[in-house]
Structures are given as C-alpha cells and as structure tokens.
C-alpha cells in the first residue's frame, strides 16, 4: 500500500494554519485570566507573519534575481514546512495544562512530528527540493521555541482545548481538494519579475544550470 502524502502536506496550509492560529490565541485571550498571556500571543502570531513575510521574500528575490544556493538547489524556505512548524508544537502543547509537565512536553514533540511530516510531504510530492524543506523547518522551530517560551504556562481551559482539538480535527482531516487553490506562485513569481525589471521570472532548471532563464519555479 503507497501512502498519499496529499493528506499531510494540508496541515501546513496557509487556509488551514492561519485560521487555527487565530482561532487558539484567541482561546487563550479570552480565558479566565486571559489577558496575562497577550504579550506571548502576540509574539507568537508576530513571529509567524515576519516568517510568512520571509517566505514571500525569499521567492520574490528568486523569481527576479535568481538568489540561491546553486549547490543546495536552494532557492526559497519551504512556506508549508515554517507554518506547520511554527504553529504544530505550540498548539499542542498549550492544549495541555502546565501543571502536567511531561504532557506538555510530549505534546510538543508530536508537534514537531507534525511539522517534519509535513516537510517530508513537500519532498516526496515534488513541491520543494530537502534543502528548502530543512531551511523552513528551521525557521519553524526557531519561531515556535521563541513563542512557546513567550506564552510561558499559558494554556486554553479544559472546555476550550475541546472546542480547539474539534477544530483542529474538522480542519485536519482536509485532504486538500477543498482547501481554496491561490496562485501564490505565480503572484510572487510576477512581482519578483517586476521589481527586477526583467521580462519573465527566473526559472528553476535555468538557474541550476547557470542561465538566467526564464518560467516558474514548483
């Protein structure tokens, strides 16, 4: 039996991702006593806008100056692998109560599986070569360490972590189909053109091979 890496590769979309950021930090502000934790909520869903902001960058700067490291075949962070590394660890681990350190703690680590699974999505669909997958992962974990530490023993009530995990299961089992299909590829791969003031985007297997080139990259 060949597994379908399609139903994973959703849990670090930009449809499924943001909306269940929004939905938590919202929990844990309005929680009893709620307010306490505004600063590390705020961290938090800053930490991932500037991430998402690098994604973006780093592809714009691809399409219209071909920036990369040829070697690594690297050209961009993987934008699935920084938000489901971002968001996955801390999600879980606020669902559980601070006082049960050890659950906390392995809530984050199947959160960080999440995210790595994810990432393996994105190589073995052909969405990004490894080196780009690790570079988003990376970015990911260092945004949920920061944000995890930030929101400190903040956690969601016992009727909240309900509400969250129903979401987060109604939105999880997406296998992708009836995620909305934006063409942020080609937006990014316009404006880096543009700003460059060349004609069409630099091409992925052109730059690789050393020519300017010209298209889309995956």
Same mark, same amino acid.
């Given at each position: 039996?060949?597994?379908?890496?399609?139903?994973?590769?959703p849990l670090g979309h930009i449809a499924v991702v943001w909306p269940l950021m929004i939905a938590t930090a919202a929990l844990l502000i309005a929680r009893p006593g709620g307010r306490a934790s505004l600063r590390g909520?705020?961290?938090?869903?800053a930490s991932m806008a500037v991430a998402s902001l690098l994604v973006a960058a780093s592809k714009v700067a691809f399409y219209g100056w071909g920036t990369?490291? &040829?070697?690594?075949? /690297?050209t961009c962070f993987s934008g699935h692998s920084v938000l489901a590394m971002?968001?996955?660890? #801390?999600?879980?681990? *606020?669902? #559980?109560?601070? &006082?049960? &350190?050890q659950g906390r &703690?392995? @809530?984050?680590? *199947?959160? #960080?599986? *999440?995210? /790595?699974l994810v990432g393996i999505s994105r190589v073995k669909l052909n969405a990004h070569p490894t080196s780009e997958? *690790?570079?988003?992962?990376?970015?990911g974990l /260092?945004? @949920?360490?920061v944000s995890l530490k930030a929101l400190g023993d903040a956690c969601v009530s016992a009727k909240q972590a309900a509400v969250a995990a129903a979401l987060i299961a109604v939105l999880s089992v997406s296998n992708g189909t009836h995620l909305p299909n934006l063409p942020t590829e080609r937006w990014l791969a316009s404006w880096g053109a543009a700003l460059s003031g060349n004609d069409k985007p630099v091409r992925r297997d052109a730059w690789i091979s050393g020519g300017a080139g010209s298209g889309q990259q995956h």
């Open positions: 039996m060949t597994w379908d890496w399609n139903w994973l590769t909520v705020s961290i938090w869903l990369g490291i &040829r070697e690594w075949n /690297l971002g968001f996955w660890p #801390v999600a879980l681990a *606020v669902l #559980v109560p601070s &006082r049960f &350190r &703690r392995v @809530a984050w680590v *199947v959160g #960080v599986l *999440v995210g /790595l997958v *690790v570079a988003g992962l990376t970015v /260092l945004v @949920a360490a």
